[in-house]
């Protein structure tokens, strides 16, 4: 059973999960964040994560997961939300973590747009590494997506044709999937770029779902690795576990995960 935390947030309490050995435990060798995927992404990333818990356990790793400001069981409201308010709130768990795991190695795991949200944090400190599942490499797209699920209830309901992005733009704000998405969190997340984000010196290990990484993650791995960030990039045979609304849970994904934390703890 993990052990339950609220802390103060950006704008309001934070609610936090903190899974692995006790605070007290001198075996605590590392404390792994998780950055959140966005909304539903993140629920369904769940059961995954729980069995990295029991693979990181043996190695004295306790993984934190924080509901971000507006989310889960922590206080505020998602249509007050910021990109800046969700990084205020993972800094404030890095800073919490730093004061009850003193002597831990502290790593971040960012899940989907929470990879984004990593590289935030991680510039604000030194950390001993940064795991991404899935990136989102193109932010726009990434929204378009989830605007996308309005659209197609829309159509089984209706013949009108207003879209989704058309909606928030009038309206500035419109409830999809139970979360209500304004016009300024729709922008801000459009607006980052995870190659303008990216942490300098911060060893980085990527991973995709799949048997090969897609070419407009190839292009920007180019990118990033001429100009000096340190990556591994790695494929899990694996479901897209963010986007199955059945319970998933991405069996290689977490392997591979914890050979990385394993390396890192024998070094």
């Avoid at 030194?126 to 726009?140: G, M």
């Avoid at 704000?173 to 304004?182: A, F, K, Q, S, V």
């Avoid at 791995?221 to 059945?246: N, S, T, Y």
């Amino acid at each position: 059973m993990p052990e339950s935390h609220f802390i103060r947030g950006d704008t309001a309490s934070l609610f936090l999960q903190a899974y692995g050995p006790e605070v007290a435990d001198s075996a605590v060798a590392r404390a792994v964040i998780v950055c959140p995927a966005f909304a539903e992404e993140m629920n369904r990333s769940r059961r995954t994560l729980h069995k990295l818990v029991v693979e990181l356990g043996p190695l004295g790793t306790v993984l934190i997961i924080p509901d971000l400001g507006g989310t889960g069981d922590s206080g505020g409201e998602f249509d007050d939300v910021s990109v800046r308010s969700w990084c205020r709130d993972l800094q404030s768990t890095l800073q919490w973590v730093r004061e009850q795991y003193p002597e831990a190695k502290v790593s971040l795991l960012g899940i989907r747009l929470g990879a984004l949200l990593a590289c935030s944090v991680a510039a604000t400190g030194t950390l001993d590494c940064i795991v991404f599942w899935q990136p989102v490499i193109n932010s726009r797209r990434f929204i378009k997506e989830f605007l996308r699920m309005w659209d197609i209830a829309q159509i089984a309901v209706t013949d009108k044709r207003s879209s989704a992005a058309d909606r928030i733009v009038a309206e500035g704000m419109l409830e999809i999937g139970g979360y209500p998405l304004t016009a300024r969190l729709t922008a801000e997340i459009e607006a980052l770029d995870l190659a303008e984000l990216w942490p300098p010196a911060t060893p980085v290990h990527w991973f995709e779902t799949g048997t090969a990484l897609t070419a407009g993650s190839e292009k920007l791995l180019a990118r990033l690795r001429a100009a000096g960030a340190v990556i591994d990039a790695d494929c899990a045979d694996a479901p897209p576990f963010w986007r199955i609304q059945e319970i998933t849970v991405a069996h290689e994904l977490v392997t591979k995960t914890a050979a990385i934390f394993r390396a890192r703890h024998d070094t």
